[in-house]
């Protein structure tokens, strides 16, 4: 990443061979990495200016700036991504989310994800999106190179409120979600989705078998649903 830190976007430079994958052709944003003396923190900025079009004809606009403050999987480090007058289409995206490293990375791993992020819709309407978010891994820390003997668990919630209608919705992870290694879904734990004070959906993920299916309750009525993938496959995120 030092070594990068004199890259610039748009053509002839070293994302262009990959701006492809992403962005219409001779279009990629500016890249800048600036390191403290240090070391750290490192800031990278990616800067869309007044707009570059994806691909899938999206147009992204802004600035996004990631902050590094250490290691990566060294207790305490952090990574902080903020959103800076940036927007995809007519939707403008302010605000910031950080990831906290907590653990040795050799008997212990939890990584902590919080975030405060505004939508702002073309017809005026505010969605103001926080959300926490704890991945603690129960097995597999000591077996960096071993994925599928993996067990985490994922706690936390996220609410959305629509200010110009003061409507707030939030999703409540109820029992913690748990994901392996070896299993594309998740296998157990359950979560309720809520409007203002209402429950109206609880979605239980299982007993901790390996499928594609999970039970979805709505109005005192219960539902099977078939998750995205098979439900067998490599599953960690090391």
Same mark, same amino acid.
């Given at each position: 990443?030092?070594?990068?830190?004199?890259?610039?976007?748009?053509?002839?430079?070293?994302?262009?061979?990959?701006? +492809?994958?992403?962005?219409?052709?001779?279009?990629?944003? /500016?890249?800048?990495?600036?390191?403290?003396?240090?070391?750290?923190?490192?800031?990278?900025?990616?800067?869309?200016?007044?707009?570059?079009?994806?691909?899938?004809?999206?147009?992204?606009?802004?600035?996004?700036?990631?902050? *590094?403050?250490?290691?990566?999987?060294?207790?305490?480090?952090?990574?902080?991504?903020?959103?800076?007058?940036?927007?995809?289409?007519?939707?403008?995206?302010?605000?910031?989310?950080?990831?906290?490293?907590?653990?040795?990375? !050799?008997? !212990?791993?939890?990584? &902590?994800?919080?975030?405060?992020?505004?939508? &702002?819709? &073309?017809?005026?309407?505010?969605?103001?999106?926080?959300?926490?978010?704890?991945?603690?891994?129960?097995? +597999? /820390?000591?077996?960096?190179?071993?994925?599928?003997?993996?067990?985490?668990?994922? !706690?936390?919630?996220?609410?959305?409120?629509?200010?110009?209608?003061?409507?707030?919705?939030?999703?409540?992870? &109820?029992?913690?979600? *748990?994901?392996?290694?070896?299993?594309?879904?998740? /296998?157990?734990?359950?979560?309720?989705?809520?409007?203002?004070?209402?429950?109206?959906?609880?979605?239980?993920?299982?007993?901790?078998?390996?499928?594609?299916?999970? !039970?979805?309750?709505? +109005?005192?009525?219960?539902?099977?649903?078939?998750?995205?993938?098979?439900?067998? +496959?490599?599953?960690?995120?090391?």
């Amino acid at each position: 990443m030092r070594e990068l830190s004199h890259v610039k976007g748009k053509k002839g430079n070293l994302l262009s061979g990959h701006g +492809g994958l992403h962005y219409v052709q001779g279009e990629t944003p /500016v890249v800048t990495i600036d390191t403290a003396a240090a070391g750290y923190p490192i800031t990278i900025n990616i800067a869309y200016g007044d707009g570059i079009e994806t691909n899938h004809g999206k147009l992204i606009s802004g600035t996004v700036i990631i902050q *590094i403050n250490g290691d990566k999987n060294t207790d305490g480090s952090t990574r902080e991504i903020t959103f800076d007058k940036c927007a995809i289409d007519t939707i403008a995206i302010n605000g910031s989310s950080i990831e906290k490293f907590i653990g040795d990375n !050799t008997t !212990t791993r939890k990584i &902590t994800n919080n975030s405060d992020v505004t939508f &702002t819709i &073309t017809d005026g309407a505010t969605l103001i999106r926080k959300g926490t978010e704890t991945s603690e891994w129960l097995a +597999g /820390v000591a077996t960096p190179e071993d994925r599928d003997d993996d067990k985490i668990v994922i !706690t936390g919630s996220i609410t959305v409120e629509n200010t110009t209608d003061n409507i707030t919705y939030s999703k409540t992870i &109820t029992d913690g979600l *748990i994901k392996l290694g070896d299993c594309r879904n998740i /296998v157990d734990g359950t979560v309720e989705y809520a409007q203002g004070a209402v429950i109206f959906a609880t979605l239980d993920y299982g007993d901790g078998t390996c499928d594609n299916v999970a !039970t979805l309750a709505v +109005g005192g009525t219960s539902t099977e649903v078939t998750l995205k993938g098979s439900g067998e +496959g490599k599953g960690g995120h090391k």
